[in-house]
């Protein structure tokens, strides 16, 4: 499996996403650079977390018009697994391949730590390896992760069981405690916790792998091959 | 050309004798724009003319020591051909006027310091200090600083993408007037990537890249030299605006340039921009630097050569290319979406000219601007000092109330309001972050990880220059032994009033002298820093307030922990109860917070029983022989004990001492050189302690959900951890909140 990440100027999460999959979990990633018009042979894409464009304006809201987004959406249509952590989770509604939007957190601060979430659904490509309903700590650090949608919206994400992650304290004011969304199709997620940020014991946590091996379908047991 | 006057001269800080210096050296009298030059190299920012003669008597060599001061940033070698880069800078002046930039802009800057060295910055600490947030007068504004500082590090740090992983936050009156924002960096690179600030090679390139400059920041530097007054605030338009995506760009952008093979010197435009890029490199090359400011890119229109040498607009950076290969540089600039153009070129003939269109405004030797500056042998006297030293009488009604107090003060609570604001885990190398005794950061592709601490204490301080900044040291060196690292390299922030007072001076000298004698005996060498002179409000001087970030490394493992994790374990005291007497309690928190005071002197240090205590925790971490180590500090063995208990378990302890001290000092007093262990093998404790000749004592064990302190019979100390540890946690907050509503 070749995993490639996109890089935005402003993107500061890249290496981590990157390092996540070589390292942690030994499977090969590359980066593409925003003004690539094509993705190359990549089996999957992660939209990484950061500032991208230096998000003065909306977060995201320049990032989908980049030549590379372009691609995305094109590779997403043709049933292309992506992921968008964080930053990525927004350009991900900014470009219109997931639905809502991301504002500013409830208390108006940027906030960094750990929380506690639920798995939601595990009829995923992101969660198929977790088990129904687990509970898991993923670090957050946004100060725009409050997700909105409109009723109509919110009924359907969760009838269509598309809501893939729940907070279970609720750190940003998003409505019905949504961390985490699938697209129509299943096959594009927006997250706003960091995954790779939890997939190596020595920086304190491997809860993430829980996502990133099922992203990538790769066993379980990689966790014990954490470097 | 408006004529140069006393008024003119004084407008720019400088003294008649400084101005006949200038003109002695030019062999002529100045321009305006070589004034403007002048005031700024020469401002106390720029110079250190009053710290100068003194800052020699720091250590400044080891082997580890690859670069000291003199650069942009001391650079440190760890092993395996990796090398370290890192500083401390102070943007205490900008912070008091704008908050938010004020803070934000100073993050860039030292941001810069360190990527312009080759490294790429893995982590930043930050010490600030502000008036206190209760008071009924002064309290609002106090917080509302620091509401704009933290969001103002936030906003810079988060975006940049550098995690923001320790550091310090008090709260004294004597900052009233005068917030204290020393920001810290530590980059990363290897030894044949390693870029210095020279302009070498008669004919090459100066190129300019980054941001384009405005009329922001013009006299920053001087305005830093310079006390606080009414009229400080019309100094608004002295403070920059940070773009903390620029500077991400800039960094990338200069990394990949660097690789490139074509850039021989670089350095960023910090205090004094322009000017201080070009006669620095210059002058450390023994070169000249000729520029013609109509390359430069510029965001306003009409600009005079005065203003664009003089302006501080931030992310922006001064290079020498090799002649011939600029198309190189300019390509990844290109890629960045950043401006680099060639603006002047490196001359033979030492002189920084400035041309606008062809026509010279300005013609100054480098050496005169960058190393002939004014040195001042200020007098000086004996510390100021307004403490009385006899102790009052000390009597607790209730020491759980007292211990309470001290737990949900501002210096003592958790911090976690301000560092959760902040990303303390972007590039997944935090192994212990924000709230650990120090921070470590691994080193990814290697072994190694760097643990790094901020400590300070002006009431120390205040009350004795020379013997508060040897605590500090052997304090902030204590932080790093509790993770099991090896301290190696220190820089340091030297905050201090107006040094033209001999009595202000006397504290600046004593200080020095005593970071020299503690940093020589822990073998912890100065690698660079920076002094923050004229913190003064209205006369009013703040608390001597030397900063001090040290470094060290250890092997990369899962870090101690600093709390209990398991009841039923013995609880040892390494290094012994200590001694102190009443005179030595009125330097510590319980003076401060219980009663209100500060007098005698601070707590006694035996730097060579220090140097013990701190190799036996080293020891006892790295072979795992401990299950959590936690450093005696402010508030004392009650306030250390505490905390230990404050961890995700909830574990307490049961304590039992056996000691004449009165209970005040028993347990509060703030004595050196103690450290708190819960273990699982106290005779592997005892082995190493007695090995090392330090005093070990089993005072308890540790049991779940309760923390009790008896002194023999006697029940001093009672209380559930969930009730202390909700004090605790929310007292900041509450502080903020609470006063905002009233």
């Known amino acids: 499996m070749k995993v490639g990440i996109v890089v935005f100027p402003g993107s500061n999460c890249d290496h981590d996403a990157w390092y996540a999959i070589s390292a942690n979990l030994h499977q090969r990633a590359e980066f593409i650079w925003h003004e690539s018009a094509s993705l190359g042979d990549v089996d999957a894409v992660i939209l990484p977390g950061g500032f991208s464009y230096g998000d003065y304006l909306r977060c995201g809201a320049i990032a989908k018009f980049s030549p590379v987004m372009r691609a995305v959406k094109n590779f997403a249509h043709d049933g292309g697994l992506v992921l968008g952590i964080c930053n990525g989770f927004q350009v991900l509604t900014e470009a219109g391949l997931l639905p809502g939007a991301l504002v500013r957190n409830a208390n108006l601060k940027f906030v960094c730590r750990s929380v506690p979430l639920q798995i939601a659904t595990v009829d995923s490509p992101f969660t198929h390896r977790a088990a129904p309903g687990e509970r898991i700590h993923l670090p957050i650090a946004h100060g725009e992760g409050c997700y909105i949608a409109d009723e109509n919206t919110l009924d359907r994400l969760e009838a269509e069981d598309r809501v893939v992650l729940r907070y279970l304290d609720n750190p940003n004011g998003s409505l019905r405690d949504i961390a985490g969304i699938l697209s129509a199709e299943r096959n594009v997620m927006g997250m706003m916790p960091h995954p790779e940020r939890a997939a190596d014991p020595l920086v304190g946590s491997t809860d993430g792998l829980a996502i990133l091996s099922s992203f990538l379908d790769v066993p379980v047991k990689a966790q014990a091959l954490a470097s | ?742």
């Not at chain 2, 390359?295 to 664009?308: F, K, S």
């Not at chain 2, 691994?442 to 901020?454: D, E, F, P, V, Y």
């Not at chain 2, 205040?462 to 190696?488: F, H, Q, Y």
Request: charged share 20%; aromatic share 6%; glycine share 10%.
């Open chain 2, 1 to 742: 050309m408006s004529a140069i006057t006393p008024e003119v001269i004084a407008a720019h800080q400088l003294t008649a004798p400084e101005y006949e210096k200038i003109v002695s050296l030019l062999g002529r009298e100045p321009t305006m724009t070589e004034l403007g030059i002048f005031s700024v190299m020469w401002s106390e920012h720029c110079s250190y003319k009053s710290s100068r003669v003194h800052l020699k008597k720091l250590p400044t060599e080891s082997k580890r020591v690859l670069q000291g001061p003199g650069e942009n940033a001391g650079i440190i070698d760890i092993g395996d051909g990796i090398a370290i880069a890192f500083k401390i800078e102070s943007h205490n002046h900008p912070s008091f006027i704008e908050p938010f930039q004020g803070a934000a802009t100073g993050v860039g800057g030292i941001l810069r310091d360190i990527f312009t060295m080759g490294a790429r910055p893995i982590a930043v600490m930050d010490s600030i200090r502000f008036g206190k947030l209760d008071d009924e007068k002064t309290g609002p504004r106090n917080r509302r600083i620091l509401e704009g500082v933290v969001s103002g590090i936030a906003h810079y740090g988060n975006c940049f993408g550098v995690p923001t992983v320790g550091g310090e936050c008090v709260f004294e009156e004597s900052y009233d007037g005068n917030p204290l924002v020393n920001v810290f960096a530590l980059g990363v690179a290897r030894h044949d990537e390693i870029f210095y600030g020279k302009a070498s090679g008669i004919g090459n390139p100066v190129i300019y890249v980054g941001a384009k400059t405005g009329r922001d920041g013009i006299h920053g530097a001087s305005m830093a030299s310079a006390e606080f007054t009414e009229e400080s605030k019309q100094k608004r338009p002295n403070v920059q605006v940070g773009d903390p995506f620029l500077e991400k760009l800039l960094l990338e952008a200069c990394l990949e340039a660097m690789q490139t093979g074509a850039i021989v010197g670089i350095q960023d435009m910090g205090a004094a921009g322009l000017t201080s890029s070009t006669c620095e490199m210059g002058s450390r090359a023994g070169t000249g630097v000729e520029i013609d400011l109509q390359y430069v890119p510029q965001r306003e229109t009409g600009m005079t050569p005065y203003e664009m040498m003089l302006s501080e607009s931030q992310e922006r950076m001064l290079l020498v290319a090799q002649s011939g290969r600029e198309h190189e540089v300019f390509a990844v600039f290109k890629k960045w979406g950043l401006d680099a153009v060639q603006i002047g070129v490196v001359t033979g003939d030492g002189m920084l000219r400035v041309k606008d269109h062809g026509e010279v405004f300005a013609e100054i030797p480098n050496r005169a601007l960058a190393d002939e500056a004014p040195r001042y042998h200020r007098p000086y006297t004996k510390p100021l000092r307004l403490a009385p030293l006899q102790a009052p009488r000390v009597a607790s009604k209730n020491l759980t109330a007292d211990l309470k107090a001290l737990l949900s003060s501002g210096d003592i609570c958790s911090k976690q309001w301000v560092w959760q604001q902040y990303d303390y885990q972007v590039r997944t190398n935090t192994l212990a972050g924000p709230g650990s005794d120090a921070a470590i950061v691994r080193i990814k592709g290697t072994n190694i990880s760097i643990a790094m601490a901020l400590d300070g204490n002006g009431r120390y301080c205040a009350l004795d220059p020379r013997e508060g900044t040897k605590l500090i040291v052997a304090e902030c060196c204590r932080n790093l032994s509790t993770m099991g690292a090896l301290p190696i390299a220190t820089t340091n922030n030297l905050n201090f009033g107006n040094p033209e007072r001999p009595e202000i001076m006397a504290q600046i000298v004593e200080s020095i002298e005593g970071l020299a004698e503690a940093c020589r005996f822990f073998d912890v060498p100065v690698t660079g820093g920076n002094v923050s002179l004229y913190n003064e409000t209205l006369g009013s001087p703040i608390f001597p307030t030397p900063v001090v970030g040290i470094v060290g490394t250890l092997e990369t493992a899962p870090p101690i922990a600093n709390v209990f994790g398991q009841a039923g374990l013995p609880v040892i005291l390494l290094g012994g109860l200590g001694d102190a007497d009443w005179k030595q309690l009125g330097g510590t928190q319980y003076a401060k917070v219980v009663l209100n005071s500060l007098w005698g002197t601070p707590p006694k240090l035996d730097m060579d029983y220090e140097k013990r205590v701190q190799a036996t925790v080293r020891e006892l971490v790295r072979d795992r022989a401990v299950e959590s180590a936690h450093d005696i500090g402010d508030g004392g063995l009650a306030v250390a004990l505490a905390e230990s208990c404050f961890g995700p378990a909830g574990v307490g302890a049961d304590i039992t001492l056996d000691a004449e001290l009165a209970p005040e000092l028993l347990l509060f007093h703030e004595g050196p050189s103690r450290i708190l262990l819960s273990t699982s093998s106290s005779e592997r404790v005892f082995a190493a302690a007695g090995k090392n000749n330090v005093q070990a004592l089993q005072i308890g064990v540790t049991l779940e959900a309760r923390v009790a302190i008896r002194n023999r019979n006697e029940i001093l100390i009672d209380s559930r951890v969930a009730e202390l540890k909700d004090l605790w946690t929310n007292a900041l907050e509450h502080l903020l909140r609470n006063l905002v509503l009233v």
